[in-house]
């Protein structure tokens, strides 16, 4: 029995074109992934009935749901993002990723359970598919604007003298770290310019503790021919404050890195609500 097919692209805010035939579809849709909720079955005698979603409207519900979006963007085509609110900028990335609904809602409830439109994109996607309206499929969208931002900020100190750039790497680090919902550890390896060999993620743990041991971080700095080093980890609490052990971690790797003339320039911890410094705590 034909349907409407479920796997429908996202053009932007055109009812999509009714197909038929053997090859259509025949799953059911699923409320939670956005995308697909015009499916509908066709009547036994073979022609397809127009779907109540799309007709039962008023006329003056649809010019004011078009109206709205194009109001939106025709204030960020003349003045940019300054003219948006958090909300506005999140509706209009929406508009994108869900074609067919009122998008305010859903960017307010995602604010609101995530804070900071920062705190949106770094999300994980299993929380924000807790959110109403949001599927895995515009979670996983949400999650590929991160990755974009993250890369964008990464090309900012590819290369270029480290110690020079600072704010970039914070910038960065707190990006790549901030919101994640478990520790991780990172270590920045530098040549001999202190220019960026390489990013690497050396181990994931809980929300409290990653384990981290200073002989395999040594031994991977050999093996990049790094002379310098700079460990970054996040605390998903928020709070940036060293621990106890995380003082003692960093002057073991220290002390292990030192004789073999690799030096560790800083260990940066990174949350939600800002990033320590343990060089500039004189911790190390």
């Given at each position: 029995m034909a349907r409407l097919p479920t796997d429908l692209p996202p053009y932007d805010d055109h009812v999509p074109r009714v197909e038929t035939g053997d090859n259509v579809g025949t799953s059911e849709p699923d409320e939670t992934d956005e995308r697909g909720f015009f499916a509908e079955q066709a009547p036994k005698s073979g022609t397809l009935k127009k779907s109540p979603l799309l007709?039962?409207?008023?006329?003056?519900?649809?010019?004011?749901?078009?109206g709205h979006r194009e109001r939106l963007r025709d204030r960020f085509r003349a003045n940019g993002d300054t003219a948006l609110a958090d909300y506005e900028i999140l509706e209009l990335l929406l508009f994108r990723l869900i074609p067919r609904r009122d998008t305010k809602p859903i960017a307010k409830a995602l604010l609101e359970r995530f804070g900071t439109l920062a705190g949106v994109i770094g999300a994980p996607p299993s929380l924000l598919q807790e959110v109403k309206g949001v599927g895995e499929a515009v979670a996983l969208d949400?999650?590929?604007?991160?990755?974009?931002?993250?890369?964008?900020?990464?090309?900012?100190?590819?290369?270029?003298?480290?110690?020079?750039?600072?704010?970039?790497?914070?910038?960065?680090?707190?990006?790549?770290?901030?919101?994640?919902?478990?520790?991780?550890?990172?270590?920045?390896?530098?040549?001999?310019?202190?220019?960026?060999?390489?990013?690497?993620?050396?181990?994931?743990?809980?929300?409290?503790?990653?384990?981290?041991?200073?002989?395999?971080?040594?031994?991977?700095?050999?093996?990049?021919?790094?002379?310098?080093?700079?460990?970054?980890?996040?605390?998903?609490?928020?709070?940036?404050?060293?621990?106890?052990?995380?003082?003692?971690?960093?002057?073991?790797?220290?002390?292990t890195a030192k004789p073999l003339g690799i030096t560790v320039h800083d260990h940066i911890i990174i949350g939600k609500d800002g990033h320590a410094s343990l060089k500039g705590l004189r911790l190390i």
């Open positions: 007709a039962s409207k008023p006329d003056s519900d649809q010019a004011h749901y078009h949400l999650k590929l604007i991160s990755a974009v931002g993250q890369r964008m900020l990464k090309s900012e100190i590819k290369g270029k003298q480290v110690l020079g750039s600072w704010s970039s790497v914070i910038d960065y680090c707190h990006a790549a770290m901030a919101y994640e919902a478990r520790e991780q550890f990172r270590i920045l390896f530098l040549d001999k310019r202190n220019a960026l060999i390489a990013d690497e993620v050396q181990g994931k743990g809980t929300i409290d503790h990653t384990p981290v041991y200073p002989r395999e971080v040594v031994k991977r700095a050999l093996e990049l021919s790094a002379t310098a080093i700079i460990l970054v980890h996040n605390h998903p609490s928020g709070d940036p404050t060293p621990s106890r052990a995380d003082i003692d971690m960093t002057k073991m790797i220290v002390d």
